[in-house]
Nanobody, 124 residues
Framework: QVQLVESGGGLVQAGGSLRLSCAASGRSFSGFAMGWFRQAPGKEREFVVAISWSGGNIQYADSVKGRFTISRDNAKNTVYMQMNSLKPEDTAVYYC?????????????????WGQGTQVTVSS
């Protein structure tokens, strides 16, 4: 089992920035690709960004490309997502997910472990 704990969410004004972290614990983190998804009220959970185990392969949703950046520190079993130029439509609960494969995926069902989520609210 892999336990994932997100942190860093909060309330920010439009145009502001936040940095989310996802700390993994439990079984070995080795070889896992990681992803971030988000779910706004009344909407389906959607893909945001994902990163391969090595960090060399990254996928972004078009809606966040150029504004969000994912990175990982495998020595610390932690994945980060820097969110800049935030918009009210970025408001959602953000979930970290771990995939038992080295390459990332934008598909929700491609992930084996999920965190509890952290709320991000962007005011206009």
């Amino acid at each position: 089992q892999v336990q994932l704990v997100e942190s860093g969410g909060g309330l920010v004004q439009a145009g502001g920035s936040l940095r989310l972290s996802c700390a993994a614990s439990g079984r070995s983190f080795s070889g896992f690709a990681m992803g971030w998804f988000r779910q706004a009220p009344g909407k389906e959970r959607e893909f945001v960004v994902a990163i391969s185990w090595s960090g060399g392969n990254i996928q972004y949703a078009d809606s966040v490309k150029g504004r969000f950046t994912i990175s990982r520190d495998n020595a610390k079993n932690t994945v980060y997502m820097q969110m800049n130029s935030l918009k009210p439509e970025d408001t959602a609960v953000y979930y970290c997910a771990a995939r038992g494969a080295t390459m990332p995926s934008s598909l929700r069902w491609g992930y084996d472990y999920w965190g509890q989520g952290t709320q991000v609210t962007v005011s206009s």
